[in-house]
């Protein structure tokens, strides 16, 4: 009798302990593959400790809805994300143990940029941000 042992991925174990961890604190989290539709922008810390995307449509319409309709010319994320840049706290992290002095906000990208695997989904004050690496708990 052989037994197979399950290779776990370091980074999909954090993210499952991360949603557990904000499902305790009453959000709605969930490990899942998101859509490769659309464009995607990548935010991190400064000090790269984590890093998360978000559609900047999606966004601009919890920021904004009057705006978000207006902007629907293709290109319209690249004008998003000075925007995001600029603004002190474009969103509130809702994970329990992340904070973040300066946010990095890279260029629009296709969502075949995205990473492999699961991200752990949760919505926040301003839309939908996708985890993909998080600090150990």
């Known amino acids: ?10 980074r ?22 998101p859509t490769r539709q659309g464009m995607w922008v990548r935010l991190s810390d400064a000090e790269k400790r984590w890093s998360a995307w978000i559609q900047p449509g999606d966004w601009l319409e919890h920021v904004s809805p009057a705006l978000a309709g207006a902007a629907v010319s293709a290109g319209a994320e ?46 926040s004050d301003r839309g939908g941000l996708w985890m993909a690496y998080l600090p150990a708990l």
Not at 24 to 30: L, Q
Not at 80 to 97: C, G, M, N, S, Y
């Open 1 to 10: 009798m052989s037994l197979r042992v399950r290779q776990i991925d370091r």
């Open 12 to 33: 999909e174990w954090l993210l499952a302990q991360t949603a557990t961890e904000c499902q305790r604190h009453g959000r709605e989290a969930t490990l899942e593959y």
């Open 78 to 123: 690249h004008l998003v994300v000075p925007w995001l840049a600029a603004t002190e706290r474009p969103f509130e992290l809702p994970v329990p143990h992340l904070s973040c002095r300066r946010l990095c906000v890279e260029n629009p990208v296709p969502g075949s940029a995205l990473p492999e695997g699961k991200l752990l989904h949760i919505m």
